[in-house]
């Protein structure tokens, strides 16, 4: 699926793109604006557990690359608790730790979408795994766990504590490492840890050029580069509504009826092929941006007061930040930006109007719309058709682009099941 956008944005347009580095960039922003507690904490525990890996003897380098991706993931699971839950100060009651538990499960099944990265998925599954045999989701104890696992929880637990967020006060790191090592942590890997926090490697928030190395050199093999080329674009599709489904499920499953309603529109307008497929990227990622958005927002019952819409509209705008570094990406980006901009120009982000609005972006409004009329917006079944007929005849001219009138079937807004995989 989505052979021909792949050829024509980059094999044809771009093909020497470096896949394996616009897969990490826009990792790191799906990171970053997913990460609760810590801005930029997943960038630490990447870089120690690639520097720590190193120091301890692993040279291997596609293995460094698996602990670097597994330290900027490990909490990517955590999308999938509930905010207050995330947020809550103060001991958590059994029940709440156990879902807080399931973050590493979900972590891993949000890595495990991109195949070069099964290794890391792994090591997102137990990195809360201790050295005693207490930890979660197996509690495998000692060796049990695999050593760069030990070395992500390890990781993740020092830049907790050099931070106030673990044990007692970040000062006294050194002390508390080893007084849990040989309970939670791996002894042989504490003291690496401590000689390189010493030799100030610890606190470098910047990728060195043998840190660069490591991922340089997945670029540079032919394996991964394969398996990257032969489905990046569902790779990436199927990755991010993932994510998108764990945070907010209703969300992913509008996000796939979308991109239904817009590969039957853009038949019926004989798109090209090409133009076709990033449209139906396009309503898949539509979306996207509301991982960044808390759930007491996107799941409030009623209307939301000014700040609260206001925080929902920079939805398209953190959509268009992960997907920037996705060099073939520019005409989905543009949909995706401006998907709710309307032809009046009293849309948002940038009250565009008219065609200064690209044109997947106006197809692609119009099919949110209509979807969320039936599904997100509930009406008795016998009366959905009336209703999106009514409301989105009604836009044409002002919400919508008047010449997609001709295009726009009112009883195609209810496709078949969405919940396939791309």
Not at 55 to 80: N, P, R
Not at 87 to 115: M, W
Not at 372 to 382: F, N, Q, R
């Amino acid at each position: 699926m989505f052979e021909t956008f792949f050829n024509e944005c980059y094999s044809k347009r771009n093909p020497n793109a470096r896949l394996f580095h616009e897969l990490l960039e826009s990792t790191s922003r799906v990171v970053n604006l997913v990460e609760y507690k810590d801005t930029h904490h997943s960038d630490r525990v990447a870089l120690n557990c690639l520097r720590l890996a190193r120091k301890v003897g692993i040279s291997d380098q596609y293995t460094l690359a698996q602990v670097y991706f597994a330290g900027l993931l490990h909490d990517i699971g955590e999308i999938g608790i509930p905010d207050n839950l995330i947020y809550k100060k103060g001991k958590l009651s059994e029940e709440e730790f156990q879902a807080l538990t399931t973050h590493t499960a979900i972590g891993q099944q949000i890595a495990s979408q991109v195949p070069v990265l099964s290794q890391a998925a792994q090591l997102i599954l137990w990195h809360h795994e201790k050295w005693d045999g207490t930890g979660y989701p197996e509690g495998l104890t000692m060796d049990e766990t695999p050593m760069l696992a030990q070395v992500v929880s390890l990781c993740d637990a020092f830049d907790n504590i050099r931070r106030g967020g673990l044990f007692s006060k970040p000062e006294d790191w050194d002390k508390e490492l080893v007084r849990f090592a040989g309970i939670q942590f791996n002894p042989s890997l504490v003291r690496p840890l401590i000689d390189l926090t010493k030799e100030g490697l610890a606190d470098d928030t910047e990728r060195s050029p043998e840190d660069d190395e490591v991922l340089n050199a997945m670029e540079r093999q032919r394996d991964v580069i394969e398996q990257l080329r032969e489905n990046y674009v569902g790779i990436i599709v199927n990755f991010l509504l993932t994510l998108l489904e764990a945070k907010h499920k209703d969300s992913a499953l509008h996000s796939k009826r979308v991109a239904r309603l817009c590969h039957r529109m853009g038949q019926q307008m004989k798109l090209s092929e090409q133009e076709l497929q990033a449209l139906v990227i396009a309503g898949n990622l539509h979306d996207i941006g509301k991982v960044g958005i808390p759930n007491s927002i996107l799941d409030k019952p009623g209307l939301l007061d000014d700040q609260e819409y206001r925080e929902v509209q920079k939805h398209p705008q953190y959509a268009s930040t992960i997907l920037k570094p996705l060099s073939g990406f520019e005409e989905v980006n543009e949909a995706v930006l401006y998907h709710h901009e309307r032809w009046d120009g009293c849309g948002y982000p940038e009250g565009l109007k008219g065609e200064d609005i690209p044109l997947l972006a106006r197809i692609l409004h119009l099919c949110d719309l209509a979807d969320a009329l039936i599904h997100l917006k509930p009406v008795p079944e016998h009366r959905a058709t009336d209703k999106v007929r009514y409301v989105i005849e009604d836009g044409f001219g002002s919400y919508f682009d008047p010449d997609l009138s001709r295009f726009f079937e009112a009883d195609a807004s209810e496709p078949e099941d969405a919940g396939d995989s791309l």
